[in-house]
């Protein structure tokens, strides 16, 4: 099957993007004080490093499409990134109080999220058009395998895609009023906050949905390293902040959860297993 290369456009952009999202995520994840010269407004320990967490899903989404250099199998990290980017955009422009005009913080944010997100959004609309033809695959790809999930793999992605897309709404529309469906004791959640982790809920819900109906395994290994990235990042984080791990509710234990539920799904993806015979 012939598929396209990246233009060098996209490479460059998926690049600076991936290696500056890496500094930004380490950094938060190893000493989340840092947080207080990186970003507009306070946020706990905890939640500054699973901002770093949800941070990091992004680098080897931009890092491996490049290296891997193919349109199809960098078609859903980007739409990953773009889904990520809409909804962080819309949640800074709801608080836009918050945020200095003056500070490159705030230009990277709009300015460089803006200008991610248009680049992307071309690339994943004009894909098939753009680049150089090519008819190989690097071997992680696995060329022209098929997809193999079976009908519980198929089940359980589709439930947790619309888990996460729900929770994702909620956080979204009610922001810290959705503090019920939090992993810290009440009062931590601000509606920023809650806004702002809406969009790797809901990017990740829908990246769970797509790869349910994606043929070739090529497709879905990248979005599976990123769901690895940020379950052990995740599984990680709650393990050192676990003293601050006190849900307000039975619900807030689904946050709990997640990282576990993200990495097994990048297991299984990953599993040889999911190669069609």
Not at 159 to 186: H, K, P, R
Not at 188 to 207: E, H, Q, Y
Not at 223 to 243: D, K, N, Q, R, Y
């Amino acid at each position: 099957m012939t598929d396209r290369t990246l233009p060098s456009w996209v490479k460059i952009v998926l690049v600076i993007s991936g290696l500056m999202q890496i500094v930004f995520g380490l950094r938060l994840l190893i000493d989340p004080s840092a947080l207080t010269s990186m970003w507009p407004w306070s946020m706990t320990p905890v939640t500054a490093r699973l901002l770093g967490c949800s941070t990091l899903v992004s680098v080897p989404l931009a890092l491996l499409s490049v290296w891997f250099n193919r349109y199809s199998a960098a078609r859903l990290p980007m739409i990953m990134i773009i889904a990520y980017r809409v909804l962080q955009l819309a949640a800074g422009f709801i608080h836009f109080s918050n945020f200095d005009i003056a500070s490159p913080t705030t230009w990277n944010y709009f300015g460089g999220g803006g200008i991610l997100l248009i680049i992307l959004f071309i690339a994943v609309i004009r894909g098939e058009t753009l680049g150089e033809p090519v008819s190989t695959y690097h071997p992680f790809l696995r060329g022209d395998t098929k997809l193999n999930i079976d009908s519980i793999g198929n089940t359980a992605f589709r439930a947790v895609s619309i888990l996460f897309i729900l929770l994702g709404v909620i956080f979204f529309i009610l922001g810290e009023n959705a503090d019920w469906l939090w992993f810290e004791a009440a009062g931590n959640l601000t509606s920023l906050t809650a806004r702002l982790f809406a969009s790797p809920m809901i990017g990740l819900g829908i990246a769970s949905w797509i790869i349910t109906i994606s043929p070739y395994w090529r497709q879905v290994r990248i979005p599976a390293v990123g769901l690895c990235t940020f379950g052990i990042a995740g599984i990680l984080t709650l393990i050192l902040e676990s003293a601050s791990v006190q849900p307000p509710s039975p619900f807030g234990y689904i946050m709990v959860a997640a990282p576990i539920i993200l990495f097994a799904m990048g297991i299984y993806l990953l599993l040889p297993a999911r190669a069609s015979k």
